[in-house]
């Protein structure tokens, strides 16, 4: 049973880059039947995806936000990470991280519980 | 503005049966399969259903999903308080090339 946990810097100020990391528990991080993603939700907003990347390699990023986007995986110690860059308040918004799994058509059937960043001076 | 729509409330009493909508085009619904999320305030989306019409093991068989060309809609019968939840519909679209998902749609249960 795979669970994912957030963690981030909470406050970050504008023009400042904003690093996210989720860490994977039980099942296989190396897992073929995942693409690993990062979702967020502006206060009162919808869902917004930012990007996913696969064990292998592919990855895939939000063409609204592809240039200030890094989506990286650390196999060895089971977890992935996103960087975005330029902040400015706009970007504050609930961070979750989550997998489309193939077991469920690619679906997002796993999610953490989210992190809350702030962009204010 | 969502690249798919959803009607941004509905509302039924308990008991009754409601439906959600989610509009897209033939980048997206027309070509994939849809999936519906369960949002309580402060917490996490949770999947309810997947490649259109299928639910997870953990999710009651009074939701059920449908598609249609380029839409798609999420049904709840016997609706309970418990049901009052935000609901986003999501696929792939290929001409954007990114995971879209609807604007999300309120359910009051009255």
């Known amino acids: 049973h795979v669970q994912l946990q957030e963690s981030g810097p909470g406050l970050v100020e504008p023009s400042q880059t904003l690093s996210l990391t989720c860490s994977i528990s039980g099942g296989s991080f190396a897992n073929s039947d995942y693409y690993w993603s990062w979702i967020r939700q502006s206060p009162g907003k919808g869902l917004e995806w930012i990007a996913y990347?696969?064990?292998?390699?592919?990855?895939s990023y939000n063409p609204s936000l592809e240039s200030r986007l890094d989506i990286s995986l650390d196999t060895p110690k089971r977890r992935f990470s996103l960087q975005l860059t330029s902040l400015t308040v706009a970007d504050t918004a609930v961070y979750y991280c989550?997998?489309?799994?193939?077991?469920?058509?690619?679906?997002?059937?796993?999610w953490g519980r989210g992190t809350s960043v702030t962009v204010s001076s | 503005q969502s690249v798919l729509t959803q009607p941004p409330s509905v509302s039924a009493a308990p008991g009754q049966k409601v439906t959600v909508s989610c509009s897209g085009n033939n980048s997206n619904i027309g070509k994939n399969s849809v999936s519906w999320y369960q949002q309580f305030p402060g917490t996490a989306p949770k999947l309810i259903i997947f490649d259109n019409d299928k639910r997870p093991s953990a999710s009651p068989d009074r939701f059920s999903g449908s598609k249609s060309g380029t839409s798609a809609t999420l049904g709840i019968t016997g609706l309970q308080a418990g049901d009052e939840a935000d609901y986003y519909c999501g696929t792939w679209d290929h001409s954007l090339s990114s995971w879209v998902f609807g604007g999300g749609t309120k359910l009051t249960v009255l």
């Open positions: 989550a997998g489309l799994g193939s077991s469920y058509s690619y679906a997002f059937d796993v």
């Open positions: 990347i696969h064990f292998t390699g592919p990855t």
